[in-house]
C-alpha cells in the first residue's frame, strides 16, 4: 500500500465523491484504491460501502482509512451493490459522482479529465469509453462508445459533444451502455430526481443508468479510456443463478418509472425489446429445476405475442445446438463451470479456457481444454486465420481490393487453395494448378442455365435504388442500343428493382436472384455467347466517392460518374415515361381508403435513406406539427416502423405505387436518399434535406460536396422551380431547420422561385 497523507488536499468543496461497493474481493482491492487515491485531481472523498464481507476486505478498507482521511467507510449487511451504491449517495459530499467496482482500476489522470469536462454548468452526465482487460489486468482491449451507439444515435448531432437522450436518440432505453462506472454524474441532479438503483443482486445498475440518461439535460461525450474492466471468473453458489429471478423486480421498477415520468407511451415498443433480450440472457444462468419456474414469470411479464417471440428466441439461441453441441456456464457444487454437451453427452468442466486479445498487430481468440490449443482464430488487417486442434488443420483468408484467397492447409502443408482475381478463380491442390474457373461460367451453370429466355447480354442490377432507378429512368435504352443488346436479360437481386423496371421498361425480360453474392470487381464479363454487365460493382462506387472527394465543389456530379462508367454523353439521356399500370392504381385506390388519406391536400415524407445520416425524430415531429397546423395531411414513407412519426398516414407501398400517389401530393420533404431523384418525374415541388454523407475514410467528404456531387438540380430534365435542396449543417437548432423548410415550401406552393 502506497503511503498516503491525511488530510493532503484542501479544506473546500470536494469535487468528487467516488463510491465503491466492497464484497469479498480483497485480491483486488488494494489494485482498485491505489489507482484511486494516485489521482492527479486530488479535491476528492472515496465512499467505500462493505457490503458485509466474510474475507479480509475491511481489514484492508480500515488500513487505508487510517493512513488518508479521504476515505470513508459504511458498514451493511450483504444487501448487494444496489442498497450499497444507494447509501453512498446518501452519504456523498462531493459535487460529482464517480462509480468503481472494486475489482476494477482507473488511470491516474481520470478525475483531472472529468472535472475539466464539466466545464458547462448545465452537464449532467459524462459519457466516456472504458477497457476490458484480463484477470490479471493486462491485455486492455477498448470498448467505444461511439461504435456502440450507431444503431441508437443521430451521430451528426453527436458530434458535437453535448447532447440529449431524448432529442437525439431513437426511442430507445438501452443506447448509452447500461454500466453506471463509465460515466461520472452530476451529484445534484442524481439527488433532485430521486434516482436509484434497483435493491436487487443482480442487474441493479439498469434501472439506474436508464432513468440518468432519459431525465439528463445534458449530456457530454469525451474521446477518453481511463476506466479498466477486469473480466474474472467470479466464484458464486447455486442460489446465486435464482438471484437471476431479480430481473422480473428491475423490470417492474423500469416501468414504474417510465410511467411516473409520463414516458411509457413513447418508450413502448424500447421496453418490449429491453425486457424480452434481458429475460433471454439470463435464463442461461437458471438453474434446470427452476427453468419452468423462470418461463412462467416470463409469460406473466410479456404480452402473449411478445412471449411467442421471446420463445422463438431462445430456442434458436439454446434448443438446437444443446441437442447437437453447446457450451454454457452453469453452477455445481457452488463453483462456476462450463458444461459441455456433445449429441446429447454433458461434459462438466472447468478446464476450458477461452481468451480473447486484442492489440495493434493481431487480433486473436483462442479456445483451450486440459492446456491444449483446440481452436483459434486470429484477424491481421487482410488475413484471417483459423486453425483446429492445436497445428493440424489451418485455414487462412486474404482479402485485398484486388484479389479473394483461401488456403487450407493440414501440418501447415498447403492442401486446398483458392485465389479470386476479378472475373478469374484459380484452384489448387497441394500447390498445383488443377482447376481455373471464370465467375461467369459459373454464374451461368448456377443461375441461368435451365432458362428458356432466348436472351445475348445478362444486365445484373446490383446497388441500391437510386442507381437503379437513375439507369432505368435515363440511360437504359442508350446503353443497351450502343452494346447492340437485342435480347437483354436482367437480373434483379432486389424486390425494388422490378418493380423499377417494370416501371421503365416494361418488355425486359428478367429473372429474380435474391441470394446473389459477387466477390468480384469486374464491370464487365465477356463469354463467347454472352456479356455480363454488374450495374454497378464496386469499382464504380469507389470511383464516385474519390471523385468527389478529390474534385472542386461543383466540378463532379454523380450522374457524370455513371456516364463514364457506362460510356455514354449526356446526349444520350432520354426523359423519363413511366408505363401505367391498372393494377397498381387499383392497390393505391385501396391503400388511400385504408389510410383514410386527405387525397387533395396532403404532403409525402420520406424521412430514410441509404446516403445520408438521420436527422432526429424530434425534427420530423415539429415539422409533421407545423404542416398539420395548415392543415396538410401527411403520408409518411418509411420501411422501419421505428421511424414512425405520431400524427401521420402510413401503409406499405411498392415503388410504383409511391410514384402514383406522388402525383396527385402537393409536395414531397425528404431526407437526401434514392427516394428523392425517384419522385422527380412528378414534377411536384421536391424539397430535399442533405446530412452528413455516410461515408468512411479515406473517401469521407464534407455536406457541401455532397450537395454539389449529388444535387438534384443537375439532373437532366429537371424543373428548377420545383426543386429546393436544403443543408441541414446551416442551422444552428431544429427550429430554424423546420422554419426553413416550411417557407420554402410555402414559396414553391405559390410558384414562386426558391432560394436559399
Not at 202 to 213: R, T
Amino acid at each position: 500500500m502506497g503511503e498516503y497523507l491525511k488530510n493532503s488536499y484542501e479544506d473546500s468543496i470536494v469535487k468528487f465523491s467516488v463510491i465503491i461497493p466492497v464484497y469479498n474481493v480483497e485480491k483486488y482491492l488494494r489494485e482498485c484504491l491505489d489507482s484511486v487515491l494516485n489521482q492527479t485531481f486530488t479535491r476528492f472523498e472515496v465512499v467505500c460501502v462493505n457490503d458485509g464481507s466474510t474475507d479480509n476486505s475491511l481489514e484492508i478498507l480500515k488500513g487505508y482509512a487510517e493512513k488518508d482521511s479521504r476515505i470513508k467507510i459504511i458498514t451493511q449487511e450483504n444487501q448487494g451493490q444496489g442498497v450499497a451504491r444507494n447509501n453512498a449517495i446518501e452519504a456523498a459530499q462531493g459535487e460529482y459522482l464517480v462509480f468503481v467496482d472494486p475489482d476494477d482500476f482507473l488511470d491516474s489522470e481520470a478525475l483531472e479529465v472529468i472535472n475539466k469536462s464539466f466545464s458547462d454548468s448545465a452537464v449532467d452526465i459524462i459519457q466516456f469509453d472504458y477497457l476490458v482487460c484480463s484477470e490479471d489486468g493486462a491485455n486492455n482491449r477498448q470498448r467505444v462508445f461511439k461504435k456502440r451507439a450507431k444503431r441508437y444515435f443521430n451521430l451528426n448531432l453527436l458530434n458535437d459533444k453535448v447532447f440529449n437522450w431524448q432529442e437525439v436518440g431513437k426511442k430507445s432505453i438501452e443506447g448509452l451502455s447500461l454500466f453506471c462506472w463509465d460515466k461520472a454524474y452530476k451529484t445534484t441532479f442524481i439527488k433532485e430526481n430521486n434516482i436509484k438503483f434497483a435493491p436487487t443482486k443482480n442487474g441493479e445498475d439498469h434501472l439506474f443508468s436508464i432513468s440518468a440518461n432519459l431525465l439528463a439535460n445534458k449530456i457530454l461525450y469525451i474521446n477518453k479510456s481511463f476506466y479498466h474492466y477486469r473480466t474474472r471468473l467470479k466464484s458464486i453458489t447455486n442460489s446465486a443463478s435464482i438471484e437471476s429471478f431479480c430481473v422480473f423486480k428491475n423490470i417492474e421498477l423500469l416501468k414504474q418509472f417510465l410511467i411516473t415520468n409520463n414516458l411509457i407511451e413513447e418508450y413502448k415498443s424500447s421496453l418490449d425489446e429491453y425486457v424480452s433480450s434481458v429475460l433471454s440472457w439470463h435464463i442461461a444462468n437458471i438453474p434446470q429445476d427452476k427453468t419452468d419456474e423462470y418461463l412462467d414469470k416470463c409469460k406473466e411479464i410479456l404480452d402473449p405475442e411478445n412471449y411467442e417471440l421471446f420463445l422463438k428466441k431462445i430456442k434458436t439461441q439454446y434448443s438446437f445446438w444443446e441437442n447437437i453441441f453447446s457450451l454454457k456456464t452453469i453452477h455445481k457444487n457452488g463453483i462456476k463451470v462450463k458444461d459441455l454437451t456433445i449429441c446429447g453427452y454433458h461434459i462438466s468442466l472447468n478446464v476450458l479456457n477461452k481468451k480473447r486479445i486484442l492489440n495493434n498487430v493481431d487480433n486473436f481468440k483462442t479456445i483451450c481444454f486440459c492446456g491444449f490449443t483446440i481452436y483459434e482464430i486470429r484477424k491481421y488487417e487482410h488475413l484471417k486465420v483459423k486453425s483446429f486442434f492445436g497445428s493440424l488443420i489451418f485455414t487462412k483468408k486474404i482479402k485485398t481490393s484486388l484479389r479473394f484467397s483461401k488456403e487450407y492447409l493440414l501440418f501447415e502443408v498447403p492442401i486446398y487453395k483458392t485465389i479470386q482475381q476479378n472475373d478469374i478463380r484459380k484452384l489448387y491442390f497441394c500447390r498445383k494448378l488443377v482447376n481455373e474457373i471464370h465467375v461467369s461460367d459459373l454464374f451461368f451453370k448456377i443461375y441461368l442455365k435451365k432458362l428458356k429466355y432466348k436472351y445475348d447480354d445478362v444486365y445484373i442490377l446490383h446497388s441500391n435504388s437510386g442507381e437503379i432507378y437513375l439507369f432505368f429512368a435515363y440511360l437504359a435504352k442508350a446503353f443497351i442500343k450502343k452494346n447492340q443488346s437485342q435480347h437483354p436479360l436482367f437480373v434483379a437481386t432486389q424486390k425494388y428493382h422490378i418493380d423499377i423496371l417494370q416501371m421503365y421498361y416494361p418488355e425486359a425480360k428478367y429473372i429474380f436472384i435474391d441470394e446473389l453474392r459477387l466477390k468480384t470487381q469486374s464491370d464487365v464479363w465477356n463469354m463467347p455467347k454472352h456479356r455480363y454487365f454488374i450495374l454497378f460493382s464496386g469499382n464504380h462506387f469507389e470511383k464516385v466517392e474519390k471523385d468527389i472527394k478529390n474534385s472542386e465543389i461543383g466540378r463532379v456530379h454523380y450522374l457524370s460518374s455513371m456516364l463514364k462508367t457506362l460510356n455514354l454523353t449526356e446526349e444520350d439521356f432520354s426523359k423519363p415515361e413511366v408505363a401505367y399500370s391498372i393494377d397498381s392504381q387499383n392497390v393505391l385506390s385501396k391503400a388511400i381508403d385504408k389510410m383514410k388519406l386527405e387525397i387533395n391536400n396532403f404532403v409525402i415524407l420520406a424521412p430514410e435513406a441509404m446516403t445520408c445520416e438521420d436527422l432526429p425524430l424530434t425534427f420530423w415531429q415539429k415539422l409533421v406539427s407545423e404542416l398539420k397546423s395548415r392543415n396538410f395531411d401527411i403520408y409518411l414513407n418509411i420501411t422501419n416502423p421505428k421511424n414512425y412519426i405520431n400524427g401521420c398516414k402510413n401503409h406499405k407501398l411498392g415503388f410504383k405505387e409511391a410514384f402514383f400517389l406522388a402525383q396527385k401530393a402537393k409536395a414531397v420533404i425528404s431526407l437526401r436518399s434514392g427516394f428523392s431523384e425517384f419522385l422527380l418525374p412528378t414534377e411536384i415541388p421536391n424539397i430535399s434535406i442533405y446530412t452528413k454523407f455516410r461515408r468512411k475514410p479515406p473517401n469521407a467528404f464534407s455536406v457541401a460536396k455532397g450537395i454539389e456531387g449529388f444535387s438534384l438540380l443537375k439532373m437532366p430534365f429537371v424543373d428548377k422551380n420545383k426543386v429546393c435542396e436544403i443543408n441541414a449543417e446551416l442551422y444552428k437548432n431544429e427550429d430554424e431547420l423546420v422554419k426553413q423548410v416550411i417557407d420554402s415550401l410555402e414559396i414553391m406552393l405559390n410558384k414562386k422561385e426558391c432560394l436559399l
